[in-house]
């Protein structure tokens, strides 16, 4: 979950070192050490604490008031994050095309996912909890911003914005733009989209159940339609979209023509 000009939200990250080129089978080394975590979205108290315990209740509490004047919490599913891939996330992974980039990859089970299917795989994400837990489970992960310099610009096959993070700092349509220049020409974005007919523009805080919260940022919230016309906007191509149960899935294609630069299947671009 991470902004265009402002300050990152969750699904991004920083580290020193950057991954290199590797086989196949095997996963860049961790960098050798994180710079110190920054007051801000993702990064806060009852974020961190829930990623590395597991468990919730944690929300995102909309400051902006709805039609009726009231303020709104909406549920975060650390739970589900922390958990082994479901039935939803299988059928993200078997999608994926070559080496993958998850944006904003939270605790990391896709990325671990991957690395266990022998895809290679990275993570980003602005927590230093995510990123850990990320590592901890097998998987590669640097702490950095969709938003900064990444390995391998232009060159992943594949890129995933799913729980939630296509609402990243609050313009999709400047997220998209960013993440189809990270993919290579002919890439593929796999986005999950909320199962209901929404567009919004939210400011939040991340809340627990105690009322700790963090500051204020700015997010989106899109449903299929909504985030359809934000990846036209951004240049991307439809092609594909399947649901299940309450989740909303999109594939997405960089359509223009393939040029230099292009990953093998079997390397992380680095």
Do not use: K
Not at 227 to 244: E, K, Q, V, Y
């Amino acid at each position: 979950m991470t902004g265009t000009g402002a300050p990152p939200l969750r699904p991004a990250c920083l580290s020193p070192s950057e991954p290199r080129s590797v086989p196949r089978a095997r996963q860049p080394r961790p960098p050798e050490a994180s710079p110190p975590a920054r007051p801000g979205p993702w990064i806060d108290d009852p974020y961190d604490l829930a990623v590395h315990t597991g468990r919730g209740p944690l929300f995102l509490r909309s400051l902006t008031d709805d039609a009726a004047g009231d303020e709104r919490l909406l549920p975060l599913d650390v739970e589900g994050w922390c958990a082994p891939p479901d039935r939803g996330d299988r059928s993200v992974l078997h999608r994926c095309e070559g080496p993958v980039l998850d944006i904003g990859c939270g605790p990391g089970r896709l990325v671990a996912a991957l690395t266990g299917r022998g895809v290679p795989a990275l993570g980003i994400d602005v927590s230093p909890a995510a990123v850990a837990r990320t590592r901890r489970l097998g998987g590669a992960a640097v702490r950095r911003s969709v938003f900064e310099r990444l390995p391998g610009e232009g060159r992943w096959p594949t890129a995933l914005l799913r729980d939630g993070n296509v609402g990243i700092a609050g313009d999709p349509v400047a997220l998209l733009a960013r993440t189809r220049r990270l993919t290579a020409p002919g890439g593929l974005l796999l986005a999950e989209a909320l199962a209901q007919d929404v567009d919004e523009r939210l400011l939040v805080r991340i809340e627990d159940a105690n009322g700790r919260h963090g500051p204020p940022f700015a997010w989106a919230r899109l449903g299929a339609a909504a985030l359809l016309g934000a990846a036209r906007a951004a240049g991307w191509t439809a092609a594909d979209r399947w649901t299940l149960g309450a989740r909303c899935f999109l594939a997405l294609r960089n359509t223009p023509h393939a040029g230099p630069g292009t990953v093998a299947g079997g390397r992380l671009p680095g």
